[in-house]
């Protein structure tokens, strides 16, 4: 199983960014996918989930300012970031979790594609 994440850049304060995540190989019943991220120096943190029912989670950060969405018929999640701040600038990691058919739980995470936001 491969997720790959892709639609990072360099964007000045205020712009937009859409992120994917195209997860590929023997996975199925994706039960929550989300994309965390990573500043220099600091801790891995969440940044958003959804469920395989379509609920969003957000940290309060990003808030009002970033979407995110899937298309279970691509095994794909995607994250829409407006209004970027230079504060989002961190390496965004994209993340599948779910359930093996014998009921233990798989987890997968991205390569990370890096968010660059100048001031």
């Known amino acids: 199983v491969q997720l790959q994440a892709s639609g990072g850049g360099l964007v000045q304060a205020g712009g937009s960014l859409r992120l994917s995540c195209a997860a590929s190989?023997?996975?199925?019943?994706?039960?929550?996918m989300g994309w965390y991220r990573q500043a220099p120096g600091k801790e891995r943190e969440l940044v958003a989930t959804i469920s395989s029912g379509g609920n969003a989670n957000y940290t309060d950060s990003v808030k009002g300012r970033f979407t995110i969405s899937r298309d279970d018929t691509k095994n794909t999640v995607y994250l829409q970031m407006n209004s970027l701040k230079p504060e989002d600038t961190a390496v965004y990691y994209c993340?599948?979790?779910?359930?093996?058919?014998?009921?233990?739980?798989?987890?997968?995470w991205g390569q990370g594609t890096q968010v660059t936001v100048s001031s």
């Open positions: 993340r599948a979790e779910g359930p093996y058919v014998d009921s233990s739980w798989y987890d997968y």
């Open positions: 190989g023997s996975i199925f019943n994706i039960n929550r």
